[in-house]
Nanobody
């Protein structure tokens, strides 16, 4: 079992930056692929980024490529999402999730564990 708690969301102007953190409990965190997803009002949850269990492989949605960076510190049981050059369309609740089977895909269906989410609002 893994429990995930996100933090770092908030209100920021367009062009600004935020860093989200996701703290995980459980000794198996370091073995799991981790992902970030987001959900805007009235829209389906969408993939943002994923990172392999050792951190050597990352993958991003086209909409955030070049602006967002996913990273992890397995010693601290934490995964991060650095978000730069934020746009109003990035406004959403951001969730971190754990994929214990390390499938490394973008579908939220393969992620078994989810945090409660943190709100990111980007004003124009």
């Amino acid at each position: 079992q893994v429990q995930l708690v996100e933090s770092g969301g908030g209100l920021v102007q367009a062009g600004g930056s935020l860093r989200l953190s996701c703290a995980a409990s459980g000794r198996t965190f370091s073995r799991y692929t981790m992902g970030w997803f987001r959900q805007a009002p009235g829209k389906e949850r969408e993939f943002v980024a994923t990172i392999s269990w050792r951190g050597g492989i990352t993958f991003y949605a086209d909409s955030v490529k070049g602006r967002f960076t996913i990273s992890r510190d397995n010693d601290k049981n934490t995964v991060y999402l650095q978000m730069n050059s934020l746009k109003p369309e990035d406004t959403a609740v951001y969730y971190c999730a754990a994929d214990p089977r390390n499938l490394g895909v973008t579908s939220p269906r393969v992620y078994d564990y989810w945090g409660q989410g943190t709100q990111v609002t980007v004003s124009s």
